[in-house]
């Protein structure tokens, strides 16, 4: 008989990831908090996963296109407004918003109430994109709108200009 031995040992896995409650990167934007649950470190980057925490009446980015990545975000509390184009969508907890590349998109928290949001990027590239901005507003400078731009159009995104 020819072919493999067979062994006693188990296949051998990916080592599996668990962030904790209190676990994770920490990006802070202004008033909005990031905590970044998946990096890509642990799904070959096909896949990043971050929590955000946006306060009563925060505005989010301008509008925007990603030109390589899916947006997807799950609301767990609050209402989330997101505008698509020119519609707009109040997203309350349970409702699951994905963005495919090439849509035009923003969110903000317009009520009195903080909202938390689940955010993937599939791939991960664009987590670096809040980590970027966490470093211009940490060096002191300002975060203009073109710093913003400057550092989205690092990872295939752009303002979607003409729209609200």
């Known amino acids: 008989m020819t072919g493999k031995?067979?062994?006693?040992e188990p296949p051998a896995h990916p080592a599996v990831s668990v962030v904790g409650p209190h676990d994770g990167e920490?990006?802070?934007l202004g008033t909005t908090r990031m905590r970044v649950l998946e990096d890509g470190s642990h799904t070959g980057h096909?896949?990043?996963i971050a929590e955000s925490i946006l306060p009563p009446h925060t505005q989010g980015p301008p509008q925007h296109r990603?030109?390589?990545h899916d947006e997807g975000f799950y609301v767990l509390s609050g209402t989330v407004r997101f505008t698509v184009g020119d519609e707009d969508y109040d997203a309350?907890?349970?409702?699951?918003?994905m963005v495919p590349p090439g849509t035009p998109h923003t969110f903000a928290n317009l009520t009195d109430q903080p909202?938390?949001?689940?955010?993937?990027f599939t791939p991960d590239l664009y987590l670096q994109?809040?980590?970027d901005?966490?470093?211009v507003l940490a060096s002191g400078r300002p975060l203009t709108p073109q710093a913003n731009i400057d550092a989205m159009s690092r990872y295939a995104t752009q303002p979607a200009t003409g729209l609200a």
Request: aromatic share 6%.
């Open 115 to 120: 909202a938390v949001m689940l955010s993937t």
């Open 129 to 131: 994109y809040f980590r």
């Open 66 to 68: 990603h030109g390589q």
């Open 46 to 48: 096909r896949l990043a």
């Open 5 to 8: 031995a067979k062994t006693n």
């Open 26 to 28: 920490t990006i802070v």
């Open 133 to 135: 901005l966490q470093e």
């Open 92 to 97: 309350t907890a349970g409702t699951l918003v």
